[in-house]
């Protein structure tokens, strides 16, 4: 019914950048809040950042400062931009989203199938 699909992992270098993108698509009527969660190997799943539908935002401490999380609502598209990037960033990265669907009157979390980003020392 959603499908959310990431893009923009890969491989980076300490200091570096990447930004990654997340388009919602399927029967969507609406969609609250978005989203980044991440997990590194052998840790549990974190908020990295989230968004409502309003612009409202919110980071985890250990990436404030250094990410920024933005959408389009006329895409149903939300992106993480991340610099300054550090080795301890180095996890999979998974998009999320709050949606009502055309067909239901309640909203769902949908997510996606991560991206994985390596940040190199």
């Known amino acids: 019914q959603v499908q959310l699909v990431e893009s923009g992992g890969g491989l980076v270098q300490a200091g570096g950048s990447l930004r990654l993108s997340c388009a919602a698509s399927?029967?969507?009527?609406?969609?609250?809040?978005m989203g980044w969660y991440r997990q590194a190997p052998g840790k549990q799943r974190e908020l990295v950042a989230s968004?409502?539908?309003?612009?409202?935002?919110n980071y985890a401490d250990s990436v404030k400062g250094r990410f920024t999380i933005s959408r389009d609502n006329a895409q149903d598209t939300v992106y993480l931009q991340m610099n300054s990037l550090k080795p301890e960033d180095t996890a999979v990265y998974y998009c999320?989203?709050?949606?009502?669907?055309?067909?239901?009157?309640?909203?769902?979390?949908?997510w996606g199938k991560g991206t994985l980003v390596t940040v190199s020392s």
């Open positions: 399927g029967s969507i009527f609406s969609i609250n809040s």
């Open positions: 968004i409502t539908s309003g612009g409202s935002t």
């Open positions: 999320t989203a709050d949606v009502l669907l055309s067909s239901s009157p309640t909203f769902g979390d949908y």
